[in-house]
């Protein structure tokens, strides 16, 4: 049977409308959560490469302070005390905002803040927002001078004489196959949703300090954020998940191990590692939490790394 072109000719647009329509609405029917992981992967945003390579030490920036755009999110007060030379003071929520308006050579980003916790989270927000060298500075600025030392009043040993802390025992197991954060927007394109989710990241520091976790330790998802062997050798605190550092991530589905029912609080050594993934999952829609100075506010005498040393001499300063 010989057939009409003008037959097929209408067959095929109808076909292709149908797909076009039915393309449309998967696109409109996709979550804020589903749009932004996927912008995320596909620009190189997921967790692998934003928490990589992300800190640095005051030995490796003195002397070379010029090869950077340095951010101290300090205080003015503590800034005008003395800063790192040719740091530039802004807080913390300008962060990016500073670096668009004042970084003209295209400098990598140091940001320098009390501890380097808050400077963790900065760090994030300068790389979703494109910013992807940014860097902080390891001890914040209690590792460039003593005067300014955040860390040694709050390393302490809380874990090791609490009740919650499980020493030896296995972790809690893993969960698997949570449902998907609620992120509530009206915007519809990824680049746009995690803009929108940088400035939830900025709008302040999210941490909880280790007595208040390790009291009612059961009112948290809780990610004790080091290797399986650390987690046998020095405990954990009761609950606890054990997730290997670079396994959290949204293209291994990695995130189906997190409630978005519960407050999520993640643990590392210095509270410095936890503070980068905290950052990262608010940008996420997670309700997260970094629990404060890590470790070394619960373990510290049994530390065999990782462990904060007060500095024996300063860098120079502005």
């Not at 940014?134 to 040993?157: L, P, T, Y």
């Not at 991530?249 to 189906?256: E, S």
């Not at 950052?279 to 506010?297: I, M, P, V």
Request: glycine content about 8%; some cysteine.
């Amino acid at each position: 049977m010989k057939l009409d072109w003008r037959l097929v000719l209408v067959l095929v647009l109808a076909l292709g409308f149908m797909v076009s329509c039915e393309s449309t609405d998967d696109e409109e029917d996709a979550t804020a959560f589903e749009t932004l992981s996927k912008y995320m992967v596909e620009n190189d945003y997921d967790a692998t490469t934003v928490v990589a390579d992300w800190i640095t030490t005051a030995s490796a920036i003195s002397g070379n302070e010029a090869d950077f755009f340095i951010l101290d999110i300090r205080s003015a007060e503590k800034y005008a005390e003395g800063h790192i030379p040719g740091a530039v003071n802004c807080a913390y929520a300008d962060v990016v905002t500073t670096v668009e308006a004042k970084n003209t050579s295209d400098l990598p980003v140091l940001v320098a803040c009390y501890s380097g916790q808050s400077a963790a989270h900065a760090v994030v927000a300068l790389r979703l927002s494109g910013y992807t060298d940014a860097k902080s500075v390891k001890w914040g600025m209690s590792g460039w001078a003593g005067q300014f030392d955040s860390w040694s009043g709050n390393v302490g040993n809380a874990g090791t004489t609490s009740s919650n802390w499980t020493f030896p025992a296995d972790p809690a197991a893993l969960l698997s196959d949570n449902e998907d954060p609620v992120i509530n927007t009206d915007l519809t394109d990824g680049a746009a949703i995690l803009a929108e989710r940088v400035d939830a990241i900025l709008a302040g520091f999210k941490g909880v300090s280790a007595s208040t976790v390790l009291d009612a330790p059961a009112n948290y998802q809780i990610i004790n954020y080091w290797g399986a062997t650390d987690n046998s050798d020095y405990g954990h605190i009761a609950g606890a998940h054990q997730v290997t550092p670079g396994t959290l991530t949204i293209a291994n589905d990695g995130l189906d191990i997190l409630d978005p029912a519960q407050q999520i609080v993640t643990y590392c050594w210095t509270g410095q590692t936890s503070s980068m993934m905290t950052a990262w999952l608010t940008a996420l829609g997670y309700d997260a939490l970094s629990l404060k100075f890590g470790a070394n506010s619960m373990i510290y005498d049994n530390l065999q790394a990782h462990q904060w040393a007060a500095l024996t001499s300063d860098f120079p300063m502005e």
